[in-house]
């Protein structure tokens, strides 16, 4: 186990153990000074002062010789570290949705076409930008997995589109017309 997993989850034994935003842990198992020095040194803990550790003792009703608190860093990393874990969603979360895996670069031309937004003459469909902000990797098959209904996949078509027109490859476009039978314009049959 690397030691960038055991610093995560004793972080996360402290800060499960602190109860309150500004709580002190002085045990918990596996954390002693040696333990949280890598941690503290980081900024991803504060060591309590004499003053607190006084202020400490005296709730206690016993001396408090040491306590830690996971500092604002600490509480992000362990907030950014489970949103980045998160496991990519096999069910749409909505019935009517359509699960739809696109590459790295595909994604690029959506959050470019989302970054345009009001700028454009037809703009993204209402929720694309979201699904892009939050479509999650999945690395069986390293493709990225979003949840869209079908004005948005018209939007994708679109974005795809403008790609293809101005001045770039027309692989995406190709790409998503094959896998998902939507182009733009759409094609009469």
Do not use: C
Not at 98 to 117: I, M, P
């Amino acid at each position: 186990m690397g030691r960038a997993v055991v610093n995560m989850a004793l972080l996360q034994r402290i800060a499960d153990a602190q109860h309150l935003p500004i709580g002190w842990v002085s045990t918990v198992e596996g954390l002693d000074e040696r333990t949280a020095g890598p941690l503290i040194r980081l900024g991803l803990l504060r060591e309590a002062s004499g003053e607190d550790r006084a202020e400490l003792s005296a709730r206690a009703g016993r001396p408090v010789r040491w306590a830690v608190q996971v500092t604002a860093d600490g509480a992000d990393v362990l907030l950014y570290a489970r949103q980045r874990a998160a496991p990519v969603i096999s069910e749409p979360p909505e019935p009517g949705l359509q699960k739809v895996a696109l590459s790295r670069v595909d994604l690029d031309v959506l959050e470019r076409v989302v970054a345009l937004g009001a700028k454009l003459r037809e703009q993204p469909a209402p929720g694309l930008a979201r699904a892009v902000e939050t479509a999650r990797f999945d690395p069986p098959s390293s493709k990225w997995i979003m949840y869209i209904d079908g004005e948005q996949m018209k939007s994708i078509a679109r974005a795809f589109f403008l790609e293809r027109h101005g001045g770039a490859s027309a692989a995406a476009a190709n790409r998503f017309g094959r896998t998902y039978d939507v182009v733009h314009p759409p094609q009469s049959t």
